[in-house]
């Protein structure tokens, strides 16, 4: 079993920074990406920024300048920096990762954390 873990989520004011953590544990024997995911009331799930294990990351045109995706030291962390927050970020935010559990895996697996709520407003 793979778990990730979230946290850092909150309510903020517009122009503020957040910083949200993903861990990830259990049965890993590869990370090929991570990443960060949000879905606001009403719309679909779309991608924030992924990052993958050669370091190369990718962002969504509307966080682009603002928010910045990072690995950690033992690579089984990502962060996601956002700064100059704007109300129409709130959202709830998933970490992702694309991991292989075990070194006979042909098929990466897609892991999803639980969510962290970010709202920002006034």
């Known amino acids: 079993q793979v778990q990730l873990v979230e946290s850092g989520g909150g309510l903020v004011q517009p122009g503020g920074s957040l910083r949200l953590s993903c861990a990830a544990s259990?049965?890993?024997?590869?990370?090929?990406?991570m990443g960060w995911y949000r879905q606001a009331p009403g719309k679909q799930r779309e991608l924030v920024a992924t990052?993958?294990?050669?370091?190369?990351?990718n962002y969504a045109d509307s966080v682009k300048g603002r928010f910045t995706v990072s690995r950690g030291n033992a690579k089984n962390t990502v962060y996601l920096q956002m700064n100059s927050l704007k109300p129409e970020d709130t959202a709830v935010y998933y970490c992702?990762?694309?991991?292989?559990?075990?070194?006979?895996?042909?098929?990466?697996?897609?892991?999803w954390g639980q969510g962290t709520q970010v709202t920002v407003s006034s």
């Open positions: 990052i993958t294990s050669g370091g190369g990351t």
């Open positions: 992702n990762a694309v991991i292989s559990p075990r070194s006979n895996t042909v098929i990466p697996g897609n892991y």
């Open positions: 259990g049965s890993i024997f590869s990370i090929h990406a």
